[in-house]
Structure formats: structure tokens, C-alpha cells
């Protein structure tokens, strides 16, 4: 009997505490689950939707900032006045930014009604390149008419000094050919640009001229050009005879700008050759660079490519090393090779480039800079005398 009233009296506290429990669940917004899976975005939509109030009205005049044009780099603020035209309170809350560089203040974020809020939209640009700027972020609120308010700065940013093209790039130079590159250079500030005693190195095989222009119709149809006080015409050229492999010269231009007295710009590219040609497996064709890849001191690393001489000259042709950077790699030619004969002969070398074990700690992994090794052969050839070969790699502890 006793065990009996035992087991009734259990499942009569078991059956109260379930109905309580459910009485909880349907009254309280207990824990889910799920809401560990969700976002904080995604989050406050949800508790935006819950507390929706039709008596609360948000009024905003304006919701795009446009600071017309600003130095790249530069870093600002704009603000935003959100009033509560309704009865009731508005509730405001930062949901997302379209990037890192904005973010969003809301100085009151329960607002009663008849009050403003003040919403500071922060847009730092340290990482903005020249050209068009838009980015911005969104407010939620519980005015159904208003769930989402977007606030956004635009403009231009740019340099003093703008070049277009940015980088001047000859493809494919054959070794024999004269190739010209034009450019703009566009002065932004409020004196006109004066550009003079530009200097590079290599007076031989590089030619660079300018002189004072208008703005076209393509400038003028141009977002950010067309605000430029002054503009340049160039022209680079580059003549016969640069060594078979990849190039890249430097020019620099005094100016009469205080922020920008020096403007420099890079001519960079490949020479090939129709006679000449290298391959391999680790031997980018596309950049012209032998990719070593990294290690670590104490190890080496070796690479092989092949350099072919075909045609009447092949013949002729007697590769050896003239120079190389850093001078600790190892250079190992091969005897040639010769298949064919007379016009059609082809005559081959391979060619083992190592870093050794005892190199020491350091990055040449920037051929695009000219951070890089550099390996310069010479061919024995009348039309085509140096090959040069940059290599990248990395030496790590």
C-alpha cells in the first residue's frame, strides 16, 4: 500500500511539473537553440520585428552624404538626423556597415517622441585606392512604415598626382621591335600641374617625353578626371635591344606641388626573343620569372629550366653565365645539346639554379618590384648578347 501511494504521489509532482514547465514555455521567451546559430545581424532584424509599433514614425531629410573630392587616405565624418515624428517611442539599433572603413554612432538609440537622434556615419579610407567612393551602413528600427534606414557617403578619392594607365606594361616586346606607350598625367589641386627634369636610368633603350594637354571628352565624361586644373600628355618608348627576359624601369618627374614635389611611375615587361625561348616546370612564361619557392636555412632548393636556341644562329650560340644576384646561388650550365642541322638545327642547355643550405635568411619574392634574384647569361649571339632570368624565392629560419 505504501508503495503504491509512493509511485501516485511521484507521478502526480511529475505531472505538475510538466504543466509548469509548459505554462514557462508558452509564456516566456525561454532559450532556443537555433539563436546560437544565427548571427547578431540577423538577431536584431528578428527583435526589430517583434517590438514593431505602428505609432512610431522615423523622419530622416537626408540619407547620402557626398563629400565631392578627398585626398586617398583621408578619414572624415557626417552626420544624420533621425526624428521621432510618432506617438509612441522609436527604438534604433546599427545593424551592419557595407565595409570595415564605416561605422555608425546613434548618440540616442530610445527615442521619445518629438525627439532627434543623432547618427555619425565614420568613414576612414587608408586603404581606398583613387577613384569612386561608396560605402555605408543600416539602421533598424520598430516603425513598420521605416524598418530600415540606410545612411551612405560618397565621393572621390584621389591623389594629387594621378597617371592613367597607373603602370605602364609592354607584352611580348620582340627583342628587335621599337614599341611607345602614351599616358595622361592629371594635376588635382587648384594650380596647374607643372611637370619637368624627369629621370631614369637606362637612357639607352628607354625614351620618355611629355608636354602640357587639355582635357578631352573622354575626361570630361570621366567621374574623377574631370575635375583635374591640369593635364599632361606621354609618351614612353621603348627601343631595340633590351636583354631576352623581364624589364622594369623607373621614372621620376619633379613638380611644382608642395604635397607631391616628386611623381614616379614604373614601365615594366617582357622581351622575348624569336630565336630564343625558356621552359620548365618551375619557369612562369606568363611573368618570366623561375618560381624557387621558399625554404628554410639549412636546406636547399634546386630548379631546373631549359634555354633553346633555334634557327640559323643556334648554331652560334654559347651560353655562359655573366652574373648573378644574390651571388651565393649556384649556377649550373649543361653542355649543349643539338638536334637538326644547318637552318633547322636546335640547340639546347640546361640550366640548375640553387639556393643553398648555407644561404642566408632573406625574401626575393617580388620579381613584379624587382625584389627579387636575377640571373644574367650571356648568349654569344650578335642580335640577342644577354639573357636575364629573375628568381624568386624566400630563405626562412
Not at 625614351?207 to 606621354?234: H, I, Q, R, T, W
Not at 623607373?250 to 611611375?265: D, G, L, W
Not at 652560334?316 to 633547322?344: C, F, H, M, W
Request: with cysteine; aromatic share 8%; proline share 5%.
Amino acid at each position: 500500500m505504501r508503495t503504491a501511494n509512493v509511485i501516485f504521489a511521484s507521478c502526480a509532482l511529475g505531472i505538475i511539473i510538466g504543466l509548469g514547465s509548459a505554462f514557462c514555455a508558452l509564456t516566456y521567451d525561454g532559450w532556443n537553440p537555433e539563436l546560437e546559430h544565427k548571427r547578431h545581424s540577423e538577431l536584431v532584424r528578428e527583435i526589430a520585428q517583434r517590438i514593431e509599433n505602428p505609432n512610431a514614425k522615423a523622419f530622416i531629410e537626408n540619407t547620402v552624404y557626398d563629400f565631392g573630392i578627398r585626398d586617398v587616405k583621408d578619414k572624415g565624418k557626417c552626420e544624420f538626423y533621425i526624428k521621432n515624428v510618432g506617438t509612441e517611442t522609436l527604438t534604433l539599433e546599427v545593424n551592419r556597415t557595407t565595409c570595415t572603413c564605416t561605422g555608425i554612432d546613434l548618440s540616442v538609440k530610445n527615442l521619445a517622441p518629438g525627439k532627434t537622434s543623432v547618427a555619425t556615419l565614420r568613414y576612414d579610407a587608408e586603404r581606398a585606392t583613387p577613384g569612386p567612393y561608396n560605402q555605408g551602413g543600416t539602421i533598424v528600427t520598430n516603425d513598420p512604415e521605416n524598418r530600415e534606414i540606410y545612411l551612405s557617403v560618397k565621393g572621390i578619392f584621389t591623389t594629387p598626382i594621378v597617371m592613367n594607365p597607373g603602370a605602364v606594361v609592354f607584352s611580348s616586346l620582340h627583342s628587335s621591335a621599337q614599341q611607345t606607350a602614351k599616358v595622361r598625367i592629371y594635376g588635382f589641386e587648384k594650380i596647374p600641374l607643372k611637370l619637368e627634369n624627369p629621370q631614369w636610368n637606362n637612357k639607352e633603350h628607354f625614351v620618355f617625353e611629355f608636354s602640357p594637354s587639355e582635357l578631352n571628352e573622354a575626361d570630361k565624361e570621366d567621374s574623377m578626371n574631370k575635375n583635374a586644373s591640369s593635364v599632361y600628355e606621354g609618351a614612353v618608348t621603348v627601343k631595340p635591344g633590351l636583354p631576352i627576359g623581364t624589364f622594369q624601369e623607373r621614372f621620376t618627374i619633379k613638380t611644382n606641388y608642395i604635397s607631391e614635389p616628386e611623381f614616379e611611375f614604373t614601365a615594366k615587361g617582357q622581351v622575348v626573343g624569336s630565336s630564343i625561348s625558356i621552359s620548365g616546370m618551375s619557369f612562369n612564361k606568363d611573368r618570366g620569372v623561375l618560381l624557387m619557392d621558399k625554404t628554410v636555412q639549412g636546406q636547399s632548393i634546386k630548379r631546373d629550366v631549359m634555354i633553346s636556341f633555334i634557327g640559323s644562329s643556334a648554331a652560334r650560340a654559347n651560353l655562359q653565365k655573366k652574373d648573378v644576384v644574390p651571388e651565393y646561388l649556384n649556377i649550373t650550365l649543361s653542355e649543349p645539346k643539338d638536334i637538326g642541322k644547318d637552318v633547322a638545327v636546335r640547340r639546347f642547355y640546361t640550366m640548375s639554379v640553387e639556393v643553398p643550405a648555407s644561404a642566408p635568411v632573406g625574401s626575393f619574392m617580388k620579381a613584379d618590384s624587382g625584389e627579387c634574384g636575377v640571373i644574367t647569361l650571356e648568349t654569344g649571339l650578335t642580335e640577342n648578347p644577354v639573357i636575364k632570368i629573375p628568381v624568386e624565392f624566400s630563405v626562412e629560419r
